[in-house]
């Protein structure tokens, strides 16, 4: 029986071809910007063949994993305010299984206390409009998103100065869901928290 890879060798093999095609050690030379041979002589296409290569590659990855049932999900660890949050979360270019999205389900709640806990006196916002606009909001409007939601994650940006966590709320593929190519399966919301009278950056 051959040996099956474990989803922190996936992340490695994954890395180590991304570099390589952005490199242009890998190419898919078949692809073209338009497919109109006298437009595309004036276009370049080597960025477009590295892209559709590793894109390609990591279809291959997530059909193995499926396959073999590789999980995609990591542990995260994120301390805020003297608390800390170890938290399960879906490599960003791995997929999720069936099992890792109860698991993410699963630690969804302890996800939203911790948050509860270290955003209170902070001002919140909603981002919009692909993450370039932010609307503020309050914790009702964040209690109803949870709950139309299935799954949540953390990030935060900290400096001496500044402070925003992060928190996504989203349904379907993780992968998916950080974009809006993956609606209406996968989605996500964003909400922001920061010290009053700060703005988010993330």
């Not at 409009?129 to 949540?152: G, L, M, Y």
Request: hydrophobic share 35%; with cysteine; aromatic share 10%.
């Amino acid at each position: 029986m051959s040996k099956v890879y474990t989803t922190e060798e996936l992340i490695q093999v994954l890395a180590a071809e991304r570099q390589a095609c952005l490199k242009g050690e890998r190419l898919k030379l078949e692809m073209t910007a338009s497919g109109n041979p006298l437009i595309d002589q004036f276009i370049r296409t080597d960025g477009l063949q590295k892209f559709t290569a590793y894109q390609d590659f990591k279809a291959a990855i997530h059909n193995y994993q499926q396959e073999n049932h590789v999980s995609g999900l990591i542990w995260h660890e994120v301390k805020v305010k003297g608390r800390t949050l170890r938290y399960p979360n879906i490599d960003s270019e791995l997929i999720a299984l069936t099992s890792d999205l109860e698991i993410l389900k699963a630690a969804k709640n302890s996800i939203l206390e911790f948050w509860d806990e270290v955003t209170r006196e902070m001002d919140l916002y909603l981002s919009f409009n692909n993450s370039k606009q932010h609307q503020q909001i309050v914790i009702p409007d964040v209690k109803r998103i949870a709950q139309r939601t299935e799954w949540a994650s953390l990030w935060k940006w900290e400096n001496s100065n500044f402070l925003e966590i992060i928190l996504q709320l989203g349904w379907g593929q993780p992968g998916e869901a950080h974009y809006k190519r993956g609606r209406p399966h996968s989605g996500s919301e964003y909400i922001h928290a920061v010290n009053p009278g700060n703005h988010p950056i993330g």
